[in-house]
């Protein structure tokens, strides 16, 4: 069984940045799959990036450009860093872990992110 737990999501300004933390628990972090994914009201949830346990990463083509993901394998934690915050990217982001380019095994709670125009 793997926990996840969210952070740093929050109101942010058009224009402004966050950095999401996930933070993992159990010891078989290091070898599995990791993503993050967000949900916007009436709207499916979409993958937003993933990172192998390599840290070779893959992103959504329409976010490449802004969110960056990385995980640090010795603290157990993955981060999605989102740069020129924009109001549609305003839901809730999720944490998942898991295999393979869409890693989704085991989900956190969900941090929710508000970009205000």
């Known amino acids: 069984q793997v926990h996840l737990v969210e952070s740093g999501g929050g109101l942010v300004q058009v224009g402004g940045s966050l950095r999401l933390s996930c933070a993992a628990s159990?010891?078989?972090?290091?070898?599995?799959?990791m993503g993050w994914y967000r949900q916007a009201p009436g709207k499916q949830r979409e993958l937003v990036a993933a990172?192998?346990?390599?840290?070779?990463?893959n992103y959504a083509d329409s976010l490449k450009a802004r969110f960056t993901i990385s995980r640090d394998n010795a603290e157990n934690t993955v981060y999605l860093q989102m740069n020129s915050l924009k109001p549609e990217d305003t839901a809730v982001y999720y944490c998942?872990?898991?295999?393979?380019?869409?890693?989704?095994?085991?989900w956190g709670k969900g941090t929710q992110v508000t970009v205000s125009s």
């Open positions: 990172i192998s346990n390599h840290g070779v990463a």
């Open positions: 998942a872990a898991g295999s393979g380019l869409f890693p989704d095994r085991y």
């Open positions: 159990g010891s078989i972090f290091s070898i599995m799959a």
